[in-house]
T-cell receptor, first 112, second 114 residues
Framework: GIQVEQSPPDLILQEGANSTLRCNFS?????LQWFHQNPWGQLINLFY???GTKQNGRLSATTVATERYSLLYISSSQTTDSGVYFC??????????????FGKGTHLIIQP | NAGVTQTPKFQVLKTGQSMTLQCAQD?????MYWYRQDPGMGLRLIYY???????DKGEVPNGYNVSRLNKREFSLRLESAAPSQTSVYFC?????????????FGQGTRLTVV
């Protein structure tokens, strides 16, 4: 099946810093989503971004489907940005019937 | 607008006990999913239901059964719980299983089997 690798696995930053999280995937995809799992365990949809660039406030994401990677940018980090960021994909070959395949996540800690 | 609602939020079971996790969505989605999340891992698909009346196995179906009760509700049953099933369980829904649809997740059920 498709492999999804996220980097870095862990990231500790000071409040106000910027960060870039990366997601590489091993095969063509029709769908890519970024999620934030907050410290209470809730999964929050950040972006649905199979290709192109989107922005939402301090967060933006870019997916280059032809090169099989996606980037999540967080600017001016706040302590509430702490948590785990997951990338998840729907493989093109699978026809979508197998659900999203998740990476192992990037654990982000923002220190005050 | 509740989205995807799971009950219970927390549960402790003894080995061998059974229980059913409930999930309901109010977005009129056709497809629903159950995932489990283990420490340091992403989510893995247990079962999914492409539409009302159908269910299919995902990556890790052993030890689980599911029921798509109606369009809104999709339940996950553990017939004889084992410590290896200690995990956080997430229900999700999407308009369809077409790859270009966005999935939305419930708040999770933290299950401990002792």
């Amino acid at each position: 099946g498709i492999q999804v690798e996220q980097s870095p696995p862990d990231l500790i930053l000071q409040e106000g810093a910027n960060s870039t999280l990366r997601c590489n995937f091993s095969d063509s995809v029709n769908n890519l989503q970024w999620f934030h799992q907050n410290p209470w365990g809730q999964l929050i949809n950040l972006f649905y971004i199979p290709s192109g660039t989107k922005q939402n406030g301090r967060l933006s994401a870019t997916t280059v489907a032809t090169e099989r990677y996606s980037l999540l940018y967080i600017s001016s980090s706040q302590t509430t940005d702490s948590g785990v960021y997951f990338c998840a994909v729907f493989p093109l070959a699978g026809g979508g019937a197998d659900g999203l395949t998740f990476g192992k996540g990037t654990h982000l800690i923002i220190q005050p | 607008n509740a989205g995807v609602t799971q009950t219970p939020k927390f549960q402790v079971l003894k080995t061998g006990q059974s229980m059913t996790l409930q999930c309901a969505q109010d977005m009129n989605h056709n497809s629903m999913y159950w995932y489990r999340q283990d420490p340091g891992m992403g989510l893995r698909l247990i079962y999914y239901s492409a539409s009302e009346g159908t269910t299919d196995k995902g990556e890790v179906p052993n030890g689980y059964n599911v029921s798509r009760l109606n369009k809104r509700e999709f339940s996950l049953r553990l017939e004889s719980a084992a410590p290896s099933q200690t995990s956080v369980y997430f229900c999700a829904s999407s308009e369809s299983t077409a790859p270009d649809t966005e999935a939305f997740f419930g708040q999770g059920t933290r299950l401990t089997v002792v």
